[in-house]
C-alpha cells in the first residue's frame, strides 16, 4: 500500500538575487536544496504547499527569483502567504496558478480548497497587512465555513500560516494569532473532517491537539527560531538543519505526518546482526 504524499514546505523568505535574508543566510540557496530534496523523495508528492513567509518583502523581484527557484519542482505547488508576503504580488507573480486567481480581487484573501484525491486542502490567510502578527475576521472564517461544508467527508488538511495555539517561544507567540483563535476552534468543533491543521511562521516543528484535531508547524527550508522557552526569551535564529514535513495518507490507512531533514547524510546502510547477517 503505497501512500499518496502532500510535501509541506514553509518560511523560504526569498530575496532578490544576491541578497541575503539578515545579512546572512542565503535563502535561495537552501530552497534549491529543499526542492531536490522534495525531487528526489523515493515516492513522488502529489502537491506541495508552502505555508507562508514565501519572500522578505513581498516584492516583485523577490516574486520572481521565487517562481524561479520553483520552477524545477516536478509536482504542482500551492502558495499561501504569510507576513512577509503581499497579496497582490503574489497573486501577479503567479498569475498562471488558478487556485489563486478565483473571482478574488488582487488584494482579496487567499484562500482556496484543492482535491488530491482522498486528501483535500483547504488554505485560511491570516494576514494583518504590514504587520507581523495574525488575524481572522469573519468573513475569512464565513469562506472558510463555507469551503468545509461543501466536502464533509473527505479528510482534510487546513493549511495557514500564523499557528492558531500557544508555542511557548513568547516572540513569537506575542506576534502569532492574535484575533479569532476562539471562533476559530468553535468552527472546526463543527468539521470533524479536518485531520490537520498545518502552519508556518515559528520556523520549527511543533504538534499540540488543538481544538480537536493535530495542529503542527513546519521547519523553515533556511533559518530555524531558536527553542528557548524562558519567559522574555530574546528574538533569534539559528542555522540549524532545515527541514519539512510529509503528510502522507491512503484509502485504506491514517493521514500520518514525517518530518524530512534537507542535507546529504552519511547512508543508507543495510543493517546488521552482530554476527555480521544482514537483517532484511
Not at 23 to 41: E, I, K, S
Request: charged letters at 15%.
Amino acid at each position: 500500500m503505497t501512500p499518496q504524499l502532500l510535501v509541506q514546505l514553509s518560511d523560504p523568505h526569498i530575496r532578490a538575487p544576491g541578497r541575503l535574508t539578515y545579512r546572512r543566510v542565503d535563502t535561495a540557496a537552501h530552497l534549491q536544496r529543499a526542492v531536490a530534496a522534495v525531487n528526489a523523495l523515493p515516492q513522488a508528492p502529489r502537491a506541495v504547499v508552502i505555508t507562508g513567509d514565501l519572500t522578505d518583502f513581498g516584492t516583485p523581484e523577490e516574486y520572481a527569483h521565487l517562481r524561479a527557484l520553483l520552477q524545477p519542482l516536478a509536482c504542482p505547488c500551492h502558495l499561501l502567504p504569510g507576513n512577509h508576503d503581499d497579496r497582490a504580488g503574489l497573486r501577479q507573480a503567479f498569475a498562471d496558478h488558478a487556485y489563486l486567481q478565483r473571482d478574488q480581487a488582487a488584494d482579496d484573501f487567499v484562500q482556496y480548497a484543492v482535491d488530491l484525491g482522498g486528501l483535500r486542502l483547504v488554505t485560511l490567510d491570516t494576514v494583518t497587512p504590514r504587520a507581523s502578527h495574525g488575524e481572522l475576521c469573519a468573513e475569512r472564517l464565513q469562506r472558510l465555513d463555507q469551503m468545509l461544508s461543501a466536502d464533509p467527508h473527505t479528510p482534510t488538511v487546513l493549511a495557514m500560516h500564523h499557528p492558531p495555539f500557544t508555542t511557548y517561544i513568547g516572540h513569537m507567540d506575542a506576534i502569532g494569532l492574535l484575533q479569532g483563535e476562539a471562533e476559530l476552534a468553535a468552527l472546526l468543533g463543527r468539521h470533524p473532517q479536518v485531520q490537520r491543521i498545518i502552519c508556518g511562521h515559528l520556523h520549527r516543528s511543533i504538534q499540540t491537539l488543538w481544538a480537536g484535531t493535530l495542529a503542527m508547524t513546519a521547519p523553515s527550508t533556511a533559518h530555524q527560531v531558536c527553542l528557548n522557552l524562558a519567559p522574555g526569551a530574546a528574538s533569534r535564529f539559528a542555522l540549524e538543519p532545515p527541514g519539512f514535513l510529509i503528510h502522507a495518507w491512503s484509502e485504506a490507512g491514517p493521514l500520518v505526518s514525517h518530518q524530512a531533514a534537507i542535507g546529504h547524510f552519511d547512508g543508507p546502510h543495510p543493517f546488521f546482526d552482530e554476527d555480521g547477517r544482514l537483517i532484511d
